[in-house]
């Protein structure tokens, strides 16, 4: 029979400095470490190896005393301010260097206690983890803003960082299954301070992880459980609040562009809310919230320069009657119907009347035809959305 406990305790102090070297050298966030606290984290992979190898060798578990120490080396290294993906990318090399260590201590007479030692990390290495990531998320909590900490939570989630479910517990933020990935683009970047009204806003009325993506683009992540019709409707309803909320308090129009996604896709349906955000209509006051069925014809015509040039060109010839692009634009949104139409519009029937016909006469296209549907509401989108910015929608 072979000594493996023994030999891990005895090169503990030459182990433990491997992996502090190599978190030196291998991550970002290690590199400029200051001396008192490279001996903090050299200190603590000396006690993590050798109560590994004691533990292990005696079959008992961690203790409660050793969990505390472990939360706690956690707090001080949120404390730091060390960042999620540089704290991420040490433990995954403690763990890397761990089965390293294993694997040049044993001898042939070493099986047994190998099995034993690898089962011990099994039923123990995920409670240790969870003890230091709920200490650090506890320390990072006197390093970052609350505000900056739940933009931290959308960026983590949408990349599905195993992290995320920890910062989300810590912030009270629920997370779930599914998620109504919503992306409301502002017209014109509101300055710093009221982007910062924005989130100090939401963060007393919506508990979801959102923020700034870009200054001009805000992400927020609505949660919901359950793929019936009503589970989707109340996320919706939720979104179109927070996307209200973002344009109000940005006195800006916003466009909005949704995708419903799972956990690990996330990032897919973010990219897709992004692109239905850049053709959707910009509104002062968001009536709705937009999602590929409702723009699938303007993302076509943006992924085909041809086509939206020739939009472009009906767009220009409608410049020149007055009111037929808003006039335009109610007709479709009231599903042809001239009365609701010409209600909406506070004008007569017979002037909407008069208005199709100008525009059938500027464009050679009757508005009401199935081809006039097509080719017309799909120019009126691209303008509201601000396609071609030297047309005037007044």
């Known amino acids: 029979m ?10 503990a102090d030459d182990n433990a400095r491997k992996v502090v070297d190599a978190c030196a050298r291998e991550i970002a966030g290690f ?17 993590v190896r050798r109560r590994t190898a004691e533990l292990a060798a005696s ?33 995954a090399l403690h763990a890397a260097f761990t089965l390293r260590e294993i694997a040049e201590a044993a001898g042939p007479g070493d099986l047994a206690e190998t099995m034993r030692l690898i089962d011990w990390l099994g039923r123990n290495g995920p409670t240790a983890q969870a003890a230091y990531t709920r200490g650090y998320f506890r320390g990072y909590e006197r390093f970052l803003p609350t505000a900056s900490r739940v933009h931290l939570l959308a960026t983590m989630v949408l990349h599905d960082d195993p992290m995320a479910a920890e910062l989300a517990d810590h912030l009270g933020v629920p997370t779930a299954e599914h998620y109504l990935v919503t992306v409301v683009r502002v017209a014109s970047a509101p300055p ?10 939401l963060l007393r009325r919506h508990r979801v992880p959102f923020g700034w993506q870009e200054p001009d683009e805000f992400v927020a992540l609505v949660p919901y459980h359950g793929t019936r019709p009503e589970h989707r409707t109340a996320a919706e309803e939720a979104g179109l609040a927070l996307a209200r909320t973002v344009a109000e308090i940005a006195g800006r129009p916003c466009s909005t562009g949704t995708a419903h996604g799972r956990r690990h896709t996330l990032g897919q349906a973010a990219a897709l809310a992004r692109k239905v955000s850049r053709v959707a209509p910009m509104e002062r006051v968001p009536r709705r919230l937009y999602g590929v ?54 004008i ?23 081809h006039g549907v097509r080719v017309l509401s799909t120019t009126v989108a691209r303008l509201l959305a601000g396609a071609w910015t030297e047309h005037t929608l007044i």
């Open 348 to 370: 007569h029937p017979r002037t909407l009347d008069y208005r199709l016909r100008r525009v059938r006469e500027l464009v050679g296209i009757e508005p009401g035809s199935t």
């Open 31 to 47: 590199q400029a470490v200051e001396p008192r606290a490279r001996a903090s984290m050299l200190e603590f992979a000396v006690v």
């Open 59 to 91: 079959g008992e578990p961690l203790l409660d005393s050793d969990l505390a120490f472990i939360e706690s080396v956690g707090e001080q290294r949120g404390a730091q301010g060390v960042a999620p993906a540089c704290q991420r990318g040490a433990l």
């Open 2 to 11: 072979g000594d493996l406990f023994g030999m891990l305790g005895r090169r």
């Open 293 to 346: 069925a409702d723009v699938f014809a303007e993302l076509g015509a943006v992924e085909t320069p041809q086509v939206d040039q020739w939009l472009r060109e009906t767009a220009r010839r409608l410049g020149d009657g007055p009111d037929l692009v808003p006039t335009l634009d109610a007709y479709y949104r009231h599903d042809m119907n001239r009365l609701r139409t010409a209600e909406s519009l506070h």
């Open 192 to 201: 710093p301070k009221r982007r910062e009204e924005v989130v100090c806003a």
